[in-house]
């Protein structure tokens, strides 16, 4: 198996804002180099044409929209790529987006070759998900996000049974799980049953050292 993928989602947080927010990069690019586990950002849209020149390590957008043309306010898959990303977030728990967006999204990211990375919310959303080969489905708990309890301690069968669901549809999508994920032994315990990687915020970066907590995060791979 390729290295899992430890995805960190800056969300709005003031922490993940300015000059912060280029610590946070700084140290997953430091921790990513040393122990060659894939330690992608998702930072904040304004900064994600700057980090994708600065940093060396897979940027992601926390959202993108499957639109062109006169359209105010929005992010299309495109732009985003044209920054530089690599990939980006799509219908996470906090940017909810109907069956059809998603599917737009998944297929506007293909167009634009940006990996797609679909949240769901339990088992049955994960597989259908799954249904529109994105690169990866990423199921979060929504009542465990930001609690600082770990699905993979309180929930670890929607990990297992999520895994299971979306390779039945299709043994090339990967399976990301987040909410709460906090320490090595939790990206240990995620890919022990079978997930990819873990998609993961506050701990990372609500934390006064986000380099220690990033060197846990891959310490028992
Ligand atoms: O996008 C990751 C997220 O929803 C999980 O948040 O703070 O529980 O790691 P957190």
Not at 57 to 74: C, K, L, N, W
Not at 117 to 137: D, H, L
Request: charged content about 20%; hydrophobic content about 45%.
């Amino acid at each position: 198996m390729s290295s899992p993928l430890i995805l960190v989602n800056f969300k709005s947080y003031r922490e993940g804002a300015g000059n912060a927010a280029g610590q946070i990069a700084s140290a997953a690019e430091l921790v990513m180099q040393e122990s060659g586990v894939t330690i992608g950002i998702a930072p904040q849209f304004v900064e994600l044409h700057p980090f994708c020149k600065h940093y060396e390590i897979p940027v992601y957008a926390q959202h993108i929209d499957a639109v062109e043309g006169a359209f105010t306010g929005r992010i299309p898959a495109f732009t985003v790529r044209a920054a530089g990303c690599v990939g980006s977030l799509i219908n996470h728990s906090e940017r909810r987006l109907t069956i059809a967006e998603i599917e737009a999204c998944v297929e506007a990211a293909k167009f634009n070759h940006l990996e797609s990375v679909v949240c769901t919310n339990n088992v049955g959303v994960s597989a259908a998900a799954a249904a529109f080969s994105p690169t990866y489905v990423a199921v979060e708990p929504p009542e465990l996000i930001g609690s600082g309890i770990s699905v993979a301690k309180a929930d670890p069968d929607i990990i297992r049974n999520s895994v299971a669901a979306v390779k039945k549809i299709s043994s090339d999508v990967k399976v990301l799980c987040g909410a709460g994920i906090q320490s090595g032994e939790c990206v240990k315990t995620a890919v022990d049953l079978g997930a990819d990687g873990v998609l993961l915020a506050s701990s990372v970066v609500k934390a006064k050292d986000p380099e220690a907590v990033l060197r846990d995060l891959v310490s028992l791979l």
